[in-house]
């Protein structure tokens, strides 16, 4: 049976509180979620020798999570997860400017996405439901949209599922792709680069990108490039050979088109913890934790420095409203956008 608690996490200059959900499984696992932007604050889990550690990447207050240089950590991102190219997009023959955040670009949203909103919470089954209205018009977005995302946490034997279930509604035609930014180090939190860890993804072509970091269209094939990951492979071992889509993202920030459910496995040798994603999303992007700089000290007091962590967020592809060709994310009055993703958390000899 899963525990669950809540516990104030500070407090906005308004004056309205943010609460920290925590939900416990039998073997004292445990995952946190904020009322800050939906967002995962901690997630703990044993190693091969039963030692629990903290494994995403994350602040100890409020106020890392406020800071404008917070990188998503654990956030959960929207309108509309990834980039749209322009900061624009026309949907059913009218056009529609929404914030740019990165350049000319949108990224996770605008300037004020989901990430930066503050979520309602009920208690549910195993978990915590966390909801959003957003208005017609925000960010630049069409429709007034309802959002909620249900995080549930359940332990069984050697393993720990955490699952995050996505819902939306909306009043007017509009984009909606969510996603959950969870930066992941399996070795712990703080212990040094991902470089070594091995990963998996179940995807044989992935989507290239231009100078911008926006998808140019093609669906290219994975083999024979350092983006192969169909067999394990370190995160770093490639990371710095010359193929110019790796000097573009500056190391992995590519969205893989996913082949079926199971999106990616990932191992970490020295813990022996293993991360198993599954999902119903149709997409998967890689990020290898490229802009950390070292501005940034997390709940261990340490600096978070360039591949300390990688993420793995499962969506739809980057700029499908200017994309047809691309699986639509196109949301309509009488429809219901749903999405699930599940960590399942294990460990290897």
């Known amino acids: 049976m899963t525990s669950i608690d809540s516990t104030p996490f500070g407090a906005l200059a308004d004056g309205t509180v943010i609460e920290k959900w925590t939900l416990t499984g039998a073997g004292g696992a445990s995952v946190s979620i904020l009322t800050w932007g939906a967002t995962l604050q901690s ?58 955040n990165e350049g000319r670009n949108t990224l996770h949203g605008g300037v004020q996405g989901f990430d930066k909103r503050v979520w309602s919470a009920e208690r549910v089954e195993d978990g915590v439901r966390m909801s959003y209205s957003s208005p017609d018009g925000e960010e630049g977005f069409p429709g007034a949209v309802e959002v909620a995302v249900t995080f549930t946490f359940s332990s069984s034997g050697d393993r720990d599922e955490f699952r995050i279930e996505y819902h939306a509604t909306t009043d007017r035609p509009t984009v909606v792709s969510l996603t959950n930014h969870a930066y992941w180090n399996l070795a712990g939190e703080g212990s040094g680069t991902i470089n070594e860890h091995l990963l998996r993804i179940g995807a044989a072509h992935y989507t290239p990108v231009d100078d911008q970091l926006i998808p140019t269209g093609e669906l290219a094939p994975v083999a024979g490039t350092p983006f192969d990951f169909q067999e394990f492979h370190a995160i770093g071992a490639r990371l710095r050979d010359d193929h110019p ?17 199971e999106a990616a496995v990932v191992r970490d040798p020295a813990s022996g913890r293993q991360l198993l994603i599954e999902t119903t999303e149709p997409g998967l992007q890689f990020y290898s934790g490229n802009f950390l700089d070292g501005k940034l000290r997390g709940v261990s007091g340490r600096q978070y420095r360039q591949g300390d962590a990688f993420a793995l967020e499962t969506q739809h ?33």
């Open 43 to 100: 997630v703990r889990v044993p190693d091969r020798d039963g030692r629990l550690g903290e494994v995403t990447l994350g602040f100890a207050d409020l106020a890392g999570y406020l800071d404008p240089a917070n990188p998503y950590f654990g956030s959960t991102v929207g309108r509309y997860a990834n980039r749209i190219g322009g900061g624009a997009f026309t949907l059913d023959g009218t056009a529609f400017t929404v914030t740019p």
């Open 245 to 261: 889509q790796l000097a573009a993202g500056l190391g992995y920030d590519h969205n893989y088109v996913l082949a079926g459910a």
């Open 317 to 349: 592809f980057p700029d499908s409203p200017n994309q047809p060709e691309f699986p639509s994310t196109v949301l309509r009055p009488g429809e219901n956008y749903t999405s699930v993703t599940t960590h399942v958390f294990s460990t290897f000899a």
